[in-house]
């Protein structure tokens, strides 16, 4: 959530607090400076608060700069020493804050920080898009309704670091990408990157719902892999007590994460006795659908047919099923995260881990990293562990640390030239997020376990519950 300073008074004053009450979309905070009482509107949002007096003041300014940080100011005023007198106001207390001004008058100032904006009609159509969390939309193109927007996709966004291709897009289409001021052709091995500013065509209530689901930095998860949570279960190879845990554990996500269905399919059911446990657990729940096959088709083909049919944005598989790593690579190609369930509850978890191995492709993963936190509610730890002392991965630490303040979130960054295989042993209750990599299903003999890669080390333990996301492996 940002915070925004408005401050009106004026011949557009009206149009503009209008504009922008009705372009909300709850993503922002706004205080309003007004001076006349007839600019204010009848519609007044929760995140609007609203205060009258001369912004010309200094000191009655000042309690409202000092008591929040404001990303940026939005002036529309009648006179042009009032909007100098409030520019320098503003400039003694946050020399660095982003003002946008309405100039009637020619005012011309040398500060970077400074945007003018010349004339009523640019006011109403490019100032309020220029907002924060405030969508672009095409006004006067194709049949005049909204159905060209422009969106940005922001640091932390669960879209970023994805390719096109792994993004659904049912009633809508991206068909433009900028990226650093160049135009990028679009195609399904893209990958969305912060700061890059797509343009998408659709429905226009449909484009709204992109935006909100873009736009924002948490509480996404399984999108964009997809909406729903699908469960495995093979009750030939799995023990019963694991069968009835990984229920319970996938019932427990469908009420955390912001799916909307949990399906749980049930292979070569050899024991009655299970499955009349299963449907018990599973009775009234509206969210779940329960289905059976009877006819062995294999893991292959079953999970090839359903990823799509059930719009699969994460697999649970218990760590029994990972012996046949033959069988369970496949699932790598869809390109859709893995729950590997382990020997812990998952309803127990407190801290969600993350052991830095590789730089590049952790940085992929890191806006899921603090979308999970969020939504289970669980604090998040980043450890860099490098026994040898000789890697330095300051860029990614930092990295971390500021994707944290996007989300308004705590995270404690540990530093240590400790075994970091040793250090996850001493750990509990977590929830382990890794890299999804070919290697990991790949026969390892005994001599390998001396290597220093930390992911398939841990990959190879069943203790924790462990998130595998799948990356651009380069």
């Known amino acids: 959530m940002k915070k925004i300073l408005i401050i009106l008074d004026g011949i557009v004053a009206k149009k503009l607090l209008h504009r922008i009450v009705e372009s909300n979309t709850g993503e922002n905070y706004y205080d309003v400076v007004y001076i006349n009482d007839q600019i204010m509107t009848t519609k007044k949002p929760s995140n609007f608060t609203f205060y009258k007096f001369d912004p010309t003041s200094f000191s009655k300014l000042s309690m409202i700069l000092d008591k929040d940080v404001h990303t940026v100011a939005l002036i529309a005023l009648n006179s042009k020493d009032d909007m100098l007198n409030v520019i320098e106001n503003i400039k003694r207390k946050k020399a660095n804050m982003q003002i946008n001004i309405l100039d009637y008058w020619g005012i011309e100032l040398k500060d970077p920080y400074v945007n003018i904006y010349k004339g009523i009609d640019v006011l109403a159509n490019g100032m309020v898009e220029r907002l924060p969390n405030i969508p672009v939309v095409a006004q006067n193109i194709g049949l005049r309704q909204g159905e060209i927007m422009e969106i940005r996709i922001p640091f932390g966004s669960s879209y970023a670091y994805r390719y096109i291709g792994s993004i659904e897009q049912v009633d809508w289409k991206i068909f433009g990408l900028y990226r650093n001021d160049r135009l990028i052709s679009v195609k399904p091995s893209l990958i969305l990157k912060p700061n890059d500013v797509i343009l998408i065509i659709g429905k226009p209530k449909v484009l709204m719902q992109v935006y909100n689901a873009m736009s924002k930095n948490e509480g996404q998860f399984p999108m964009p892999f997809g909406h729903n949570i699908y469960l495995y279960l093979d009750l030939y190879s799995q023990k019963e007590y694991e069968v009835i845990k990984a229920v319970k554990e996938a019932k427990f996500l469908n009420?955390?994460?912001?799916?909307?269905?949990?399906?749980?399919?049930?292979?070569?059911?050899?024991?009655?006795?299970?499955?009349?446990?299963?449907?018990?657990?599973?009775?009234?729940?509206?969210?779940?659908?329960?289905?059976?096959?009877?006819?062995?088709?294999?893991?292959?083909?079953?999970?090839?047919?359903?990823?799509?049919?059930?719009?699969?944005?994460?697999?649970?598989?218990?760590?029994?099923?990972?012996?046949?790593?033959?069988?369970?690579?496949?699932?790598?190609?869809?390109?859709?995260?893995?729950?590997?369930?382990?020997?812990?509850?998952?309803?127990?978890?407190?801290?969600?881990?993350?052991v830095l191995d590789d730089k590049k492709s952790y940085e992929q993963i890191s806006p899921i990293v603090f979308d999970i936190s969020s939504q289970l509610k669980t604090k998040t730890k980043i450890y860099n562990l490098d026994p040898l002392g000789v890697e330095n991965k300051t860029d990614i630490l930092d990295h971390f640390e500021n994707l944290a303040k996007i989300f308004n979130q705590k995270i404690q960054l540990i530093s240590d030239e400790k075994n970091p295989i040793r250090v996850l042993k001493e750990q509990s209750d977590i929830l382990q997020i890794m890299l999804l990599k070919q290697s990991m299903f790949k026969k390892r003999y005994f001599y390998e376990f001396f290597y220093t890669n930390s992911d398939l080390i841990a990959f190879d333990s069943n203790r924790f519950n462990q998130l595998l996301i799948p990356v651009v492996e380069e």
Do not use: W
Not at 275 to 297: F, G, R, T, V
Not at 308 to 336: H, P, Q, T, W
């Open 255 to 354: 009420e955390k994460l912001k799916n909307r269905k949990l399906i749980v399919k049930v292979t070569r059911p050899s024991n009655v006795g299970i499955m009349n446990m299963i449907k018990a657990e599973l009775l009234d729940c509206e969210s779940i659908i329960l289905e059976i096959d009877y006819h062995n088709i294999g893991f292959k083909e079953i999970i090839s047919k359903d990823v799509k049919r059930f719009d699969v944005g994460l697999f649970m598989l218990s760590y029994e099923l990972f012996a046949n790593k033959l069988e369970i690579k496949e699932i790598i190609n869809l390109r859709i995260p893995i729950l590997k369930l382990g020997l812990k509850k998952v309803e127990k978890v407190q801290e969600t881990v993350v």
